[in-house]
Nanobody
Framework: QVQLVESGGGLVQAGGSLRLSCAAS????????MGWFRQAPGKEREFVAA??????YYGNSVQGRFTISRDNAKNTVHLQMNSLKPEDTAVYYC???????????????WGRGTQVTVSS
């Protein structure tokens, strides 16, 4: 059974940092794209970051502040979030897919999400 389990969310003040982790199990994900989406209340799910074969991709709103990385040996992906803003408040979802396109409809596996709250 494939599972993606997020950890590391929480409450932080604006300007602070958090590091999210996603542990994948059930099979090897080294050939998949893995990454993160987020969804704030009343808003659509938004692409945050993805990594495939060493290449990183970022959403415009997080470029320069967030860094994605992965450890294929441990089947994990991480999201280092710096200079956090109140508008980064959302539930963050880990995602994985073999598709060449990292958009919601092409995601094969989702985690349950972890809450990130940034206070002003």
């Amino acid at each position: 059974q494939v599972q993606l389990v997020e950890s590391g969310g929480g409450l932080v003040q604006a300007g602070g940092s958090l590091r999210l982790s996603c542990a994948a199990s059930g099979r090897t994900f080294s050939n998949d794209a893995m990454g993160w989406f987020r969804q704030a209340p009343g808003k659509e799910r938004e692409f945050v970051a993805a990594i495939r074969s060493g290449t990183m991709y970022y959403g415009n709103s997080v470029q320069g502040r967030f860094t994605i990385s992965r450890d294929n040996a441990k089947n994990t992906v991480h999201l280092q979030m710096n200079s956090l803003k109140p508008e980064d408040t959302a539930v963050y979802y880990c995602a994985a897919t073999k598709s060449a396109v990292f958009t919601s409809p092409q995601i094969e596996y989702w985690g349950r999400g972890t809450q990130v709250t940034v206070s002003s």
